[in-house]
């Protein structure tokens, strides 16, 4: 497929076209942050903002943000071209993944307890909740539950109106926000 045009790096556990399509950025097992020239594979930019590795990586709809999902239970917003950190979203959880809504300023976690450690605790110690946190304010505003296994990955619908959830249950929930969501108005 192509030229097979190929460059050593760090295990890569997320990999998205960049703003303008002529980069690749690439999330690694370390923590890091790359960004690629596809055509030469010369690295242009690396970051270092996570202790982890990064799960997840995914754009906003106009593309000009980048957030990352971190087993250091962070997420990131990034500016998608130059990389400078903008937001961080914490929690107590290890975060598998991340978006951004094209609707509202917010911005979907979603993670939980490994794995490897479901069987032996409660769903509720799982902490297996789709999280809501505000985009600018870096507030949690919301949780919803369904899942009684860690959130693997995440996604708006492109018109805002719903998000999918995927986890190791086995399941993929589609969840169509009610009239209450888009009533809800921030104070500050």
């Given at each position: 497929v192509g030229s097979g045009k190929q460059w050593y790096q760090r295990r890569v556990r997320g990999m998205i076209w960049g703003t303008v399509e002529d980069y690749i950025i690439t999330g690694h097992e370390n923590g890091e942050l790359r960004q690629y020239d596809w055509k030469t594979g010369e690295k242009i930019k690396t970051v270092h903002e996570h202790e982890h590795l990064i799960k997840d990586l995914q754009l906003s709809k106009d593309r000009t943000m980048l957030v990352t999902a971190s087993k250091d239970t962070t997420a990131k917003l990034f500016d998608a071209k130059d990389f400078k950190e903008l937001k961080s979203f914490k929690t107590d959880r290890p975060v598998n993944s991340a978006a951004i809504s094209p609707l509202k300023h917010h911005i979907l976690l979603?993670?939980?307890?490994?794995?490897?450690?479901?069987?032996?605790?409660?769903?509720?110690?799982?902490?297996?909740?789709?999280?809501?946190?505000?985009?600018?304010?870096?507030?949690?505003?919301?949780?919803?539950?369904?899942?009684?296994?860690?959130?693997?990955?995440?996604?708006?619908?492109?018109?805002?109106?719903?998000?999918?959830?995927?986890?190791?249950?086995?399941?993929?929930?589609?969840?169509?926000?009610?009239?209450?969501?888009?009533?809800?108005?921030?104070?500050?």
């Open positions: 979603g993670g939980g307890q490994e794995a490897m450690e479901v069987t032996t605790s409660h769903t509720k110690s799982g902490k297996f909740e789709a999280r809501f946190f505000h985009l600018i304010f870096e507030e949690e505003i919301g949780r919803v539950k369904g899942h009684f296994g860690p959130i693997n990955t995440l996604a708006f619908h492109p018109s805002g109106k719903q998000y999918s959830s995927g986890a190791e249950d086995g399941y993929v929930r589609i969840h169509d926000f009610d009239q209450s969501y888009y009533d809800f108005e921030y104070d500050f």
